[in-house]
């Protein structure tokens, strides 16, 4: 489900979810449906990554985090944050994994904030006018 909207996003094919730009739904017709499934599909994945501290359970995580930012949607954005939030509170006690969490979050933050600049100014404007 999240390749589904990665790939039509990176050959540039697809529909907007708003008129003002700032999200994206690919080929799917209505928001709130994927926008769910997204949801349901990183909270599972960040329990895996939890679970299971491996280079595929990273790649799936931010797999999934990805598409549901490309969602550009209030709560799709509001969710990621509480669900990393709530894994990093987690492993709090591991004083380590703690610090190496933070450190991947606040790069991973630094570099999708750059790939996505486009996308996040027009989120900016949106969220800003509605």
């Known amino acids: 489900a ?14 907007d979810s708003y008129n003002l730009g700032g999200g ?10 994927i926008n769910v499934l997204l949801i349901c599909t990183f909270i599972y994945s960040m ?32 969710v990621i944050a509480i669900v990393i939030l709530i894994y990093i509170f987690r492993v709090r006690k591991d004083t380590k994994l703690f610090i190496s969490i933070i450190t ?3 790069v991973t ?6 790939i996505f600049n486009t996308q996040i100014s027009e989120m900016s404007i949106r969220f800003l006018f509605l």
């Not at 999240?2 to 529909?15: A, C, D, Q, T, V």
């Open 24 to 33: 994206y739904k690919g080929f799917y017709y209505s928001n709130n449906e």
């Open 109 to 114: 933050i630094l570099i999708f904030s750059t």
């Open 47 to 78: 329990e895996k990554l939890y679970k299971n501290k491996n280079v595929k359970s990273i790649i799936i995580s931010l797999i999934n985090a990805t598409s549901l930012f490309l969602i550009g949607s209030k709560t799709s954005l509001i």
């Open 104 to 106: 991947i979050t606040v």
């Open 2 to 15: 999240p390749l589904s909207l990665i790939m039509p996003r990176l050959f540039n094919i697809g529909y």
